[in-house]
């Protein structure tokens, strides 16, 4: 499968964005889906993921509350409302597939298929 991010850009603090990641292929309701993010030097960061029908969302502690993940598998499309954005939310966002989810949601090297990331800049 391949995952094309796009939203991102430049926002104030307390602003919102939401980004989308589209997937190709016809297989995408069988992937549990996440997004991360990273920024320079710092190892990439779990963000939040959605299970194959969207029931079941989990969240970074750091997100909760603020960023809501959601899914809609007739448009092969996953979504990341983010609200409250905080300058420490600037990042690279990246959105992710995994066909077995075996070593916990959390955890990238869990995820099978990458998109090309999208950046994310919170001004204060």
């Known amino acids: 499968v391949q995952l094309q991010a796009s939203g991102g850009g430049l926002v104030q603090a307390g602003g919102s964005l939401r980004l989308s990641c589209a997937a190709s292929?016809?297989?995408?309701?069988?992937?549990?889906m996440g997004w991360f993010r990273q920024v320079p030097g710092k190892e990439r960061e779990f963000v939040a993921a959605?299970?194959?029908?969207?029931?079941?969302?989990y969240y970074a502690d750091s997100v909760k509350g603020r960023f809501t993940i959601s899914r809609d598998n007739a448009k092969n499309t996953v979504y990341l409302q983010m609200n409250s954005l905080k300058p420490d939310d600037t990042a690279v966002y990246y959105c992710?597939?995994?066909?077995?989810?075996?070593?916990?949601?959390?955890?990238?090297?869990?995820?099978?298929?990458w998109g090309q990331g999208t950046l994310v800049t919170v001004s204060s």
């Open positions: 992710a597939a995994d066909a077995t989810p075996a070593r916990g949601l959390a955890d990238p090297n869990s995820y099978d298929y």
């Open positions: 292929g016809r297989t995408f309701s069988s992937y549990v």
């Open positions: 959605v299970t194959w029908t969207g029931v079941s969302t």
